[in-house]
């Protein structure tokens, strides 16, 4: 069993920042509410610019951290469930704009669990040998996905971008994937088409007339009460199943770094862990949900705060739409 080392890690979030009473000036919602079911203060939006932007701050900012050149590159994954192409992925885009041209570029897209997924993926290519050098990416842009008249939603999300560039190691690294397709209407952002096809017709009664297929074009749409359950239990269970894996007790993780949805989810579910709260890290009262962003900027901010060191036990747990969840475990 190979692990992977952190070699460097990165960052980019915004400029502009939209505090709680930013929202209070075109929605009938309020700090008062905002603050404490989510633990959200505010959160960054990227105004001007694509997506892969950030990515490739983030990704630029990650190689000056690990002293490598782009070229040094042999394979970049990119997070992302908020892209700015169907096609080319992100990878491609952000390849052209750091000069990575000896890498390979695929794209993975777990919604929120993604950079765990990406992280995972990263960890098995290298254990072939056939990849040395990885950089990885997760970039979000959800603000683009936000139907901003929906006061139970767009207050929740912002922009951010993470990057880590791994390489294989000794050191100890234990994972877990899973998914509940039948659950995923509970959070989806459905493509809208517009083709002009004239043999095209409507496709809602294929979904049954389930929901919506045409009024809520592009936007998240949510059952927030469903996601909160789901998130919980799926924390709980991805957690305990690493931990299992590696024979460490959950008292032994020095550090927990959880997807960052509601402070409230990562309270509950870390306190059914029975994790100390002084091991739990959290950016959501800086940064809202950055969906898949969230794990690697906190990676990177701890990273550049001194706070991580070498032989440390660290916990990456979280849950997006799909539903998916995952969870991994190792040793720094
Ligand atoms: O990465 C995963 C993405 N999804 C999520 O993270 C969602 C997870 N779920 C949650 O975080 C929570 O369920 C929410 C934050 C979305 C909602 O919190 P809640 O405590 O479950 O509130 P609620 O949906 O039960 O709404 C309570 C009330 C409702 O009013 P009525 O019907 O009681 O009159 C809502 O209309 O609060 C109202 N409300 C708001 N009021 C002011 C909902 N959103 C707002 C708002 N400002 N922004």
Redesign the pocket.
């Known amino acids: 069993m190979f692990g992977i080392e952190f070699i460097g890690t990165g960052s980019y979030v915004p400029e502009f920042v939209a505090d709680n009473n930013k ?1 209070s000036e075109f ?4 700090d008062e ?2 603050t404490p ?2 633990g959200i203060k505010e959160r960054r939006i990227l105004t001007d610019k694509p997506n892969y932007y950030m990515g490739v701050k983030a990704a630029e900012a990650a190689l000056e951290n690990a002293k490598l050149d782009a070229k040094d590159i042999d394979l970049i994954i990119v997070s992302s469930c908020s892209p700015d192409f169907f096609y080319p992925c992100m990878a491609c885009l952000i390849q052209k704009d750091i000069g990575a041209e000896n890498a390979a570029c695929i794209d993975v897209n777990s ?2 669990t993604g950079f765990i997924t990406a992280l995972d993926v990263a960890q098995k290519y290298l254990a072939t040998d056939h990849y040395k050098t990885i950089l990885v990416v997760a970039t979000e842009k959800l603000s683009a996905q936000q139907d901003y008249t929906d ?3 767009c ?2 999300f912002g922009d951010a971008a993470g990057a880590a560039v791994v390489r294989r190691s000794d050191k100890e690294f234990y994972s877990m994937l899973g998914a509940s397709g039948d659950d995923f209407e509970a ?1 989806y952002c459905k493509i809208n088409y517009q083709s002009n096809c004239p043999f095209f017709e409507d496709d809602a009664p294929f979904y049954n007339n389930r929901f919506d297929t045409h009024a809520k074009k592009n936007y998240l749409q ?1 059952d ?2 469903a ?2 359950k789901f ?1 919980v239990n799926a924390m709980n269970k991805a957690v305990r199943n690493v931990a299992e894996q590696s024979g460490w007790n959950i008292e032994d993780i020095d550090l927990v770094i959880p ?1 960052q ?2 402070l ?2 990562i309270k509950k579910a870390t306190e059914m862990l029975g994790v100390d709260p002084d091991k739990v890290y959290t950016n959501i009262q800086r940064l809202g ?1 950055v ?1 898949s962003a969230c794990i690697p900027v906190a990676l990177d901010e701890l990273n550049r705060a001194g706070r991580l060191h070498k032989g440390m036990k660290i916990c990456f747990v979280g ?3 799909g539903l998916t969840y995952g969870a991994i475990i190792m040793e720094f």
């Open positions: 929202f929605l009938d919602t309020s509410w905002i079911r989510t919604a929120c006061r139970s939603m207050i929740l959070l949510s927030g009460h996601v909160y998130a997807h949805a509601n409230r989810i949900n969906s849950f997006g739409a």
